[in-house]
Every structure is written in C-alpha cells, then in structure tokens.
C-alpha cells in the first residue's frame, strides 16, 4: 500500500515511511478520530448495494442526533443511520438508483437535520416534477425542484413537509423550521414569482410561513443572497450567510445585520450556534479546500478549528496534507472537482458542544482495490481553551488567584442575580453584560475599585431600562491586563 504524509506547518506532525493504519493514526491524532462503519451487505438489494459504493465519495451531509447516540449521513442515493462509535450502519432510505441519478446531479439528501426530539429526519431532494417546471430535453432533464421532506425514524414514513424549500433548520423548541424559500414559478410564470430565494419561518403548529426579507432574487445562485440559515440557542434571532459574512436577521424579521466585515471576503457555509450561544462554526472554501472555522461571538474572533491559529479571508490554512496517493487517484479517474483532499466539509457541534462532526475527503480503497477520493465522517474534540491560548481575553498563566468572577447565584435567574468578582489591585474596573450576539447589554461597573472581593446585582434590564427576554448571557469583566468571562441564564 502507498504511504500517506501529512505534514502540520506549526504542529510539525510528519509521516515519513510506514503502512496506511500508521498514516491513518497521524490523520486521527491530528483531525480527531473515523467514524468506520460498513453495511451488512448480505441484507442489501443490488441496488442498494451499489449506491452505497456509489455514496463514499458523494457524502454532502451529517448531522447529530439529539441523544449523542447517532450520526445521520446523506448522500446521493442514501440516507443512513451510524453509531457514533462507529460499527454497522443502517440504510434508513434510499432512492432507486435509475430515479437518483437522473436527479440533475443533484444529492438527493442535502441538508440532513434531526428534528429537536430526535423522532425524525428532515432533508432537502430535488424533484422532477414537470407541473412545477421541470422538463427533459434529449438525454437532459432540468429545472428540478427543491423540497423539505420528512423521514419518520420508527414508522419509516417519508412525507414533504415544505413544498420548494432549501437549507433549513429547526428552532430548539421544535416549533420552526426556518428555510430559503423557492418559488417554482421563476420556471412557468416567472413575472409573477413571489418571495423566491428569500428567507422563511414555516411554524409547525400553525402551518404558517412567514417570511423575514422582502427581497425577491433572481433564479441563479448568487452571493448576495441569503443562504444556510440556523437559529440562536433562544430563538431571538437567525444566522445565515449572505456576501459571503456572517450575518443575523430578528425571529420576527427586519434588516439584515451583519456579523463580520471582512475586506475579501470568501465562500462561506453552514454556520450554526453553538448550545450556549458563545460560538459559531462554519465552513470556508478556498482555492477547493473546505476548513473547519470557529468564530468567537463574545470576542469576535475568528480561528481555524485545526491548526490553533486565527482566521481571516484570504489567509492560507496553518496545515497541509502531501497524500502520495494523489497522482494514482486522478490516473485512476476518481476525482472530487473543486474538492481538494484534506478538506473538511458540513462541520456541526454535538449536542453538549464537547465535540465536533464533519465529513473528511482523504484517499480511500474502493471495493475494487482502488483508491478514490473518498468522504468519511470525523469526530473531533471541541475544546474552548484552544482558542483562549491563541488570542486570550484572559491570561491565566498570569492571572492571580484573587482575580476572577466567581459566578452569580442564582443561575438561572429571573429577573435578578448577585455577581461576585474580585480584582487582585486597586484601579480601573468594569463589568459589563453582552448579548450572544456580542452586542453590550448593560454596564454593571465602570469606575476606581479597590482590591479585593465586590458584587453587584443585575436586575435583568437593558441600558435604557427594559426587561431583557429569556436567554443566554455573559458577564465580562477587565481590569488592568486581566479579562475573565461568565456565562448566566436568564429564564422567566
């Protein structure tokens, strides 16, 4: 077998001679641990046992269940169920192999969610429908449809739940599903195509949508569109990208306001909170490689998840990958266009934030003994205090001991809580509140403080006195060099 060599530009991992599962051990130590899994072929149809191959390099989407328990993956033709440990995986759904592949090219499971209670499985698939628009010219059909639809995990019940809707996601709650909306008739009767590619709430109970911008875009894909919407941890508000930033629009709909500003900016993806609000994950595409970005929402930050080094457009990823398989994987014709090997797709945090998910291009053995550019699920560590060393908003290897928030008691609170803090000198203090948006609430202290141990009480208003809504906070506190940061829940 070929060697693979990996080499870390700053953590200096290196590979220099042995067998794949030694190479296989430096890509775990270094980008987390393979979710290996296999189907038990004997219980598969023909059919289904192709486009399962067919799937290893056509992975476009993973998610988390609610438990911890699963990992779902999409694929062209396959929807499939995997132990997070790995092992057997189930083939939930598929579609007929004919039927997929006359889909546009199109992945028919693209955007795979659970809903919040674990009870079903929520993706988008193209439909030929020529009601709606769709059409075959010669050998090529086109104008395909996007559609939300629904796979009930007990019962195996599939059923469309938002007629032209693309990247969605669920609120929380359970209660919303927010979506980009897709009017059929920019295809028959475009004069008349109302709210197409615009941003969407359909409420579950009601069977309401409503929609959040009044912009109406045109049919072809364009950055300056909203794109991969998600909600905050307290529904407040919904993250999405749009001129390739990160940008929020309120639950109740408004102007879009946004996030980052970066001066060149890049092809960015999929951003979604994490459970305590602080951080957003991301992907970011370059020249055809996909990283892995964590955006600080207290700070705003930006690092890459690998490589412990801060981000900006443009900037270079702090690692590369030398995979001695690459020349026979392109002689051999299997190839990802635009995917460059090493690239780290559709990342998502675990249900408890300690971990991450994603899909992994790497070389792959096929099952004829050949290698192709193969996408595998990832699970990595998501440590917080990576990020600290890198760019802190406190130096703890500084910090006195005397110098800290202590907590704020109680917590959760409703509407008041006692903050205790101390300072290990006299001098300039302050004590401030931040939103998960890392807009400033409220200042609790700003003045001369003498050394030692103080508290103070917020009442859970704003700066201009109105009552807050439920969610999550953060305290921050500086004085001199020192910052310390805690987070509180405010629950009415």
């Known amino acids: 077998m070929k060697r693979c060599v990996i080499a870390f530009l700053i953590l200096a991992f290196m590979l220099v001679s042995g067998a794949v599962s030694q190479a296989e051990d430096v890509i775990d130590e270094a980008f987390g641990k393979e979710v290996i899994f296999s189907y038990d072929i004997d219980s598969l149809s023909q059919s289904e046992e192709q486009m399962s191959r067919e799937d290893q390099y056509r992975y476009h989407s993973v998610a988390w269940s609610p438990d911890g328990d699963w990992i779902a993956l999409g694929g062209h033709f396959t929807l499939s169920l995997i132990p997070v440990e790995g092992g057997t995986a189930s083939m939930i759904h598929h579609y007929d192999f004919d039927d997929a592949t006359s889909s546009g090219g199109q992945s028919q499971f693209q955007n795979i969610r659970f809903s919040p209670d674990g009870k079903y499985l929520t993706y988008t698939s193209w439909a030929y429908d020529p009601d709606r628009g ?37 609120s929380d709650d359970g209660r919303y599903i927010t979506f980009i909306n897709f009017d059929y008739r920019v295809y028959t009767d475009s004069q008349n195509a109302e709210n197409h590619r615009v941003l969407a709430v359909y409420d579950t109970v009601t069977g309401e949508i409503s929609y959040l911008t009044d912009d109406n875009n045109s049919n072809t894909y364009d950055v300056n569109n909203l794109r ?47 459970s305590d609000g602080r951080w957003l994950l991301f992907e970011r595409s370059k020249s055809g490689k996909y990283d892995a970005i964590v955006y600080d929402v207290l700070n705003e930050e930006c690092y890459f998840h690998f490589g412990k080094e801060s ?42 934030q300690s971990k991450i998910v994603y899909l992994f291009l790497k070389p792959k053995l096929w099952w004829n003994d050949k290698f192709i550019h193969g996408i595998t699920p990832y699970i990595t560590d998501f440590d917080p205090e990576r990020y ?23 917590n959760p609170f409703n509407p008041t809580t006692t ?11 302050t004590l401030e509140v931040f939103n998960m948006a890392g807009q400033t609430v409220r200042e ?32 921050r506190l500086k004085a001199g060099n020192f910052a310390a940061t805690r987070q509180m829940m405010l629950m009415k």
């Open 444 to 475: 609790l202290v700003a003045g001369e403080l003498s050394h030692g141990n103080h508290k103070t009480v917020w009442d859970g208003r704003d700066a201009s006195g109105n009552m807050v809504s439920s969610g999550i906070y953060f305290a």
């Open 228 to 274: 991969n919407p998600s909600f905050s941890p307290d529904n407040s508000h919904i993250i999405a990208v749009k001129n390739n930033q990160l940008c929020k629009i309120p639950f109740e709909g408004g102007e879009v306001e946004y996030i980052t500003n970066f001066e060149t900016p890049e092809n960015m993806y999929y951003p979604m909170y994490s």
């Open 419 to 429: 903050i205790e803090f101390s300072i290990p000198e006299q001098g300039m203090t």
């Open 388 to 410: 600290n060393t890198i760019q802190p908003t406190a130096v703890e290897a500084d910090m006195p001991d005397d110098f800290a928030i202590k907590g704020n008691f109680p």
């Open 134 to 170: 769709s059409y075959t010219s010669g050998s090529m059909s086109t104008n395909f449809i996007p559609d939300i639809n629904s796979y009930d995990i007990s019962s195996g019940e599939t059923a469309t739940i938002i007629s032209g809707g693309m990247d969605h996601s669920w």
């Open 311 to 352: 981000y900006e457009p443009g900037k270079s990823r702090p690692y590369s990958f030398f995979f001695e398989d690459e020349e026979t994987l392109i002689s051999q014709g299997y190839s990802h266009s635009g995917w460059a090997l090493g690239s780290q797709m559709r990342p998502c945090f675990s249900p408890d």
